[in-house]
């Protein structure tokens, strides 16, 4: 059998090593790493496939990530993957910017 456990930003040191602790995701508040951890562990012992670990909010993203369309998502994650700073002051990308080229496409342009 295979636990899939899905939780969202947790309070370790993930974000601080990977050093984005100053995006919108890295500084917001984190779900509890027990919580996580135990929601898990009972899911896996009572023999769940698949647990939505830890908070409400986490939940209800995941909820909502079944439901929204690619582009909202991605736009999203855009938003909270930028470093926090006011959004007026943000340089705004190209479109495809930052997208990687696939061999099919690559020198059509």
Do not use: Y
Not at 7 to 21: H, I, K, L, Q, W
Not at 48 to 56: F, N, T
Not at 61 to 70: I, T
């Amino acid at each position: 059998m295979r636990v899939e456990a899905l939780p969202g930003p947790t309070g370790t040191d993930f974000f601080r090593r990977a050093g984005v602790g100053g995006t919108k995701i890295g500084s917001s508040r984190k779900d509890d790493p027990a919580q996580v951890a135990k929601q898990g562990l009972d899911a896996l012992f009572s023999g769940k496939d698949k647990v939505m670990a830890g908070s409400l909010k986490t939940w209800a993203q995941g909820m909502a990530d079944k439901l929204l369309p690619d582009s909202l998502k991605a736009e999203g994650h855009r938003r909270m993957a930028d470093p926090a700073q006011p959004t007026s002051s943000r340089p705004r990308a190209a479109p495809d910017a930052g997208r990687p080229v696939s061999p099919q496409t690559r020198g059509t342009s």
